[in-house]
């Protein structure tokens, strides 16, 4: 019977393994997102308020390119595009521009855009002081919106990178609203 | 019939089903696997002949692309969850409690479970195909977004999954503890035959990674039913995540369906050579790096999914280095077979038939794992060809060997020697009449999981389904040679085969329904 | 032996198919037509001679040993189990071979992933199962979808050379001049492939995906979605013709006085 209780508790032991895989599993969502915050893996820019620190000071002289683009995934509903396609900008200096949506329904639209950063490198070079994206949108019924983007770049920005595309998916809230 | 699972040692058992139903017996156990596989070998097969009945020639002749997408994706999880995997569960069952010499399995009411979970998996996966919105169609790889735009399958598929990643859990907690406390005294480790060297790494890798697996479709099921989004982009999500979790899992998976295969195949080379297994110790080393070294590989898999350079240009060199390690062992077989005394018995054709084609398959995987040439491969019938190599000639044929090698042991009796080496010829013609012609396709620019094809594709398409026609009927031979040799035939001495090394030949044939029961004598 | 006689069987079944239609060159990945694919395919055959290279050896010492060193000629097997040197040395060497390998893969890979001096941008979103092309900064857009009619898919028409590998709206660029995509996607994942261009990147939705191009030759090129994407996957070619900047320049100007009236057909 010795080697009974000894089987059982091997088999406890790899139990708790294959139980801590499984919010291994859970974990990883996290751990990738921490992962893509700190390397731009997934061209995932984040979301939130950057602080603006000292931009001005170190203007760089380098310049490059900004690109606009954006994608709606509704477009019959809602029209949605950048005012400009793009802008050469010095690294360290703060910009502005404008995404221009119009609602051509007869009844709300609400949701919300997701910034992704082509190369996927740049995103996090890409510092949004502020931007339309943050939060929820609601588009009223037949009117033109412009909604404002203000951002630099980081002037630690690799060189070999030229150009940075920042597209902006609309995704109109559905029963998701209330995440993030 | 409690009294019998409460009192294992007891030498009578019920008869008929319910002997089955109830067994704890690792031999039985084991015959349930190898048999359930066996079903499901001819089910899957008949889901690949449908596939290449469709891509006969161009056009849409016979299913619907809904329907062939479903077979693609069902062909997939019934070959790797209901026929390699419990295969090798049912060798283990039956070979490894002998060949460290323990009486049983470690814990066997569990391992009854185990195995009768099974089914029930199996019936659940296969009754999607009669759903609303039919079977599953995204791919057995489950991409999101796709795969959440199956029908009322989903939730079937899901607990499908996770059944059988439960099944394959038990199983591996049940292997590793017969291995680690069953041993007869003086087996050590480093004395245990490569087989339960094999499994046992390879019950540590399923342990590790089907939970994983089990978190991934999970997150699915939330995703589509309760609102989550893990892999939505408009909810703050990334579908890239789901196929790291994936191949985070999928990875390691493919070394779980061909490591015991290779326990098997270092099995029966030296049997045949009558020569020791050329550099044991090399052979564990390297089964150990190749299992660690899948964990940190998944993401070849993903290539053209627009990692960061530096992320390609690892994952290109971490996929390369495994090459190291495959070769030790091919180099370690052919070295075993240099300057041995050779005979060819059927179960030694299909071991050298592995050690070939599961080397094409090694050589076209190291071709895949050159990232810009993987930009052209990925995704086409280059990789079809690749994965099939490995699985079909590779661990299935494996299985077979396998089969061949111990069915004397199992069943006291021989097999039919010409039946075996026809179905290995005609196993070999055909296996090659259908793979290696997809490699052609693949680099002319065929992708994979389309039911219909350009023009310039259609000649190796119709060689790659007469050959699948071929080997799926060459299949027949092996099971009728398998009933035939337990109904009867020529009696099968203990040793079986003239080199025959382990404990396994030291019992007679078949074995006694409890064999071991005092340890034996560890030389 | 097996393998022998297979190889030959092979060879001969091969042939026998192929002189009717396709020819020799079919067998192998396509050189393409920008200086990158060339490399691509410089790649996939060094790798390809030196698997052939490593399997001839191997295989041929496999072989000798299964014609040699059989029972029936009567030989004792040796006992030897193992040998250091041995192990190490083919440990070694491989390890050698892959850095060998892995060198010129990455300097192909670092300029795959230069996407500098692009002059012209275009955006690919990938829809079930049709694509859509948008150069941007200019007003022209359309969607490109498979042409052959369904009586050739269902076998009621002959097909034609290109079946299924026609679109109804080609996507134009200039030759010479560096192309930078950027991916997306509607609703699943797709993957923009055209072989004779070696680009291929998953569109993901939500997310983009850039890649770029200079392409040497005029011509059309064909290519296919190679991510499963559900009932049409098979039915959604791509195809891209390469002209020279003059014409190109023309075309443009002709396709923005067009506009691009169709974009709210198919976006139901």
């Known amino acids: 019977m010795k080697e009974k209780k000894l089987n059982i508790r091997t088999a406890k032991k790899l139990i708790f393994i294959c139980f801590s895989m499984f919010l291994f599993s859970f974990a990883l969502i996290p751990l990738y997102n921490i992962i893509c915050d700190v390397t731009g893996l997934n061209g995932n820019t984040s979301n939130l308020k950057e602080k603006v620190e000292a931009y001005t000071e170190t203007i760089s002289t380098e310049k490059l390119n900004v690109q606009f683009i954006s994608h709606q995934y509704n477009g019959e509903k809602l029209v949605f595009k950048p005012s400009e396609f793009e802008m050469v900008v010095s690294p360290g200096k703060v910009y502005s521009t404008v995404y221009i949506a119009t609602n051509k329904t007869n009844s709300n639209i609400v949701g919300q855009a997701v910034p992704s950063v082509s190369p996927n490198e740049a995103a996090k070079y890409l510092k949004k002081i502020e931007c339309f994206c943050f939060e929820e949108q609601t588009f009223e019924p037949g009117k033109v919106v412009q909604l404002p983007l203000y951002f630099a770049i980081d002037e630690k920005l690799p060189n070999r990178i030229k150009t940075i595309t920042l597209s902006y998916s609309f995704f109109e809230a559905l029963n998701v609203s209330k995440k993030d | ?523 | 032996m097996s393998l022998i006689k297979n190889l030959i069987f092979f060879i001969a079944s091969m042939s026998v198919f192929n002189i009717a239609q396709a020819g020799w060159l079919d067998l192998n990945m396509t050189e393409g037509v920008t200086d990158l694919s060339q490399e691509v395919f410089g790649l996939h055959m060094l790798i390809l001679w030196i698997c052939v290279v490593i399997g001839v050896i191997v295989f041929g010492a496999m072989f000798w040993s299964i014609a040699m060193h059989r029972k029936s000629r009567g030989v004792t097997p040796a006992t030897f189990h193992e040998s250091t040197s041995l192990e190490f040395l083919w440990t070694i060497v491989p390890f050698v071979i892959l850095i060998g390998m892995a060198v010129p893969a990455t300097k192909t890979l670092i300029k795959m992933y230069d996407h500098s001096d692009s002059e012209i941008h275009i955006k690919i979103t990938g829809y079930q199962w049709l694509w859509q092309y948008e150069y941007l900064n200019t007003n022209v857009s359309f969607y490109s979808k498979l042409s052959t009619p369904y009586n050739e898919i269902y076998n009621k028409d002959t097909k034609n050379i290109n079946y299924l590998q026609e679109v109804d709206k080609h996507l134009v660029v200039p030759v010479n001049k560096k192309i930078r995509f950027l991916l997306t996607s509607n609703d699943v994942l797709h993957a923009w492939w055209v072989p004779d261009l070696a680009l291929k990147r998953d569109a993901i939705p939500g997310y983009i995906n850039e890649m770029s191009v200079v392409i040497n030759e005029p011509g059309i090129y064909r290519g296919r979605c190679a991510e499963l994407c559900g009932r049409h996957h098979g039915f959604m070619p791509i195809v891209i013709e390469a002209v020279e900047e003059k014409e190109y320049e023309e075309w443009l100007a002709n396709a923005d006085k067009v506009k691009s009236s169709d974009v709210a057909k198919i976006n139901k």
């Open chain 2, 1 to 523: 019939m409690s009294s019998v699972v409460k009192d294992e040692h007891h030498d009578e058992h019920p008869s008929g089903i319910m002997r089955w139903i109830t067994t704890t017996n690792h031999k039985d156990i084991g015959t349930l696997y190898l048999w359930f596989a066996m079903i499901m070998f001819f089910i899957g097969g008949l889901m690949a002949l449908v596939i290449r009945s469709e891509l006969f020639q161009p056009g849409l002749q016979f299913v619907d692309p809904q329907f062939f997408n479903s077979m693609t994706t069902m062909h997939a999880l019934v070959m790797i969850f209901g026929v390699v995997m419990p295969a090798f569960t049912g060798l283990a069952n039956w070979m490894i409690p002998i060949m460290v010499g323990g009486p049983d399995m470690a814990l066997p009411r569990m391992n009854n479970w185990s195995f009768w979970i099974m089914p029930f998996a199996f019936s659940m996966l296969l009754s999607t195909l009669f759903m609303d919105g039919g079977a599953p169609a995204g791919g057995w790889t489950l991409y999101p977004p796709l795969s959440l735009q199956t029908g009322d399958a989903f939730p079937f598929l899901i607990f499908a999954i996770h059944f059988m990643g439960l099944s394959s859990i038990m199983g591996a907690i049940n292997i590793v503890a017969t291995i680690l406390n069953m041993r007869a005294p003086g087996m050590t480790l480093m004395k245990m035959p490569l087989f339960v060297w094999t499994w046992l790494i390879t019950a540590f890798l399923l342990i590790a990674v089907m939970p994983v697996l089990a978190g991934g479709v999970t997150m699915l099921l939330t995703d589509k039913f309760f609102g989550t989004s893990f892999f939505n982009a408009a909810g703050g999500g990334d579908p890239v995540m789901f196929q790291h979790i994936f191949w985070f899992f999928g990875h390691p998976e493919v070394y779980i369906l061909i490591l015991p295969s290779f326990g098997v195949v270092s099995a029966i080379i030296p049997t045949f050579a009558r020569k020791p297994l050329f550099g044991y110790a090399s052979m564990v080393y390297a089964t150990a790096s190749i299992a660690f070294l899948s964990f940190i590989v998944w993401a070849h898999h993903m290539f053209t999914v627009g990692m960061p350079l530096a992320g390609e240009v690892f994952f290109m060199f971490a996929t390369m280095l495994i090459a190291v390690p495959t070769g030790v062992k091919v180099f370690n077989w052919v070295t075993t077979m240099w300057k041995g005394a050779m005979t060819f018995e059927t179960p030694m054709l299909f071991a050298i038939g592995f050690i070939v084609m599961f080397t094409i398959g090694g050589f076209s995987g190291l071709m895949l794992a050159i990232t810009p040439a993987d930009f052209q491969y990925h995704d086409t019938y280059f990789v079809v060809a690749h994965f099939h190599y490995v699985l079909v000639p590779g661990s299935i044929f494996a299985i077979m060997a396998a089969c061949y090698y111990w069915l004397p042991k199992w069943t006291g009796n021989m097999y039919s020697e010409t039946l075996g080496k026809t179905h290995f010829w005609l196993s070999t013609i055909f296996v090659n009449l259908t793979f290696f012609p997809m490699h052609f396709v693949g680099l002319a620019g065929m992708p994979r999981r389309i039911p219909d094809y350009s023009l310039q594709f259609a000649d190796y398409n119709m060689i790659a389904s007469i050959g699948a026609f071929g080997f799926g009927f060459a299949q027949l031979i092996f099971l009728y040679l398998i009933i035939k040799t337990i109904k009867g035939g020529t009696k099968a001495t203990d040793q079986v085969w003239e080199g025959a090394e382990g404990l396994e030949w030291t019992l007679s044939s078949p074995p006694p329904y409890h064999s071991f029961n005092t340890p034996p004598v560890i030389k």
